[in-house]
């Protein structure tokens, strides 16, 4: 019996997951983190949407607080968010989704989602951790 050894099976991981976002609309790539920070500080958060222009249209892309129940981060006054966006390639596009929390205070301390939507399709992304001291 033959086994496969580790770069093997890696590399048959790799084309799977290569395949999967080449057959999907719109997904969502960051790195999964905890950010430590002190109240009155500011935290950045960013996520690049990568998305089908011809499959997807017009995509939507937000950070959400879901320790509570998914809040969109949109009060001006506390969120800051820049968006930015390039072309891959002639049907991709790569939309960058910076939200920067301002004047953090406790209320902030929890888990963070980025998720993006485009005609019927969604992504969800992986917890950000934002834990608050002071």
Known sequence: MTWLAGPTVLLVVTLCVSSAQDNATVWLNYPRRMITTHRGS???????AIYNLKRCG??????????KKCAKLTDSSR???????????ENTRRRQ?????????????????????CEGESALGHYIIVKVEG
């Not at 017009?58 to 320790?67: A, D, G, M, P």
């Not at 969120?79 to 390639?89: H, I, L, P, W």
């Open 97 to 117: 989704v910076v939200t920067e929390i301002l004047n953090v205070t406790t209320e902030d301390d929890g888990q963070f989602q980025c998720n993006a939507h």
């Open 58 to 67: 017009l995509v939507h892309v937000e950070w959400c607080n879901f320790t």
């Open 42 to 48: 500011s935290v950045k958060l960013s996520c690049d």
């Open 79 to 89: 969120y800051f968010t820049t968006v930015n966006e390039t072309a891959v390639d």
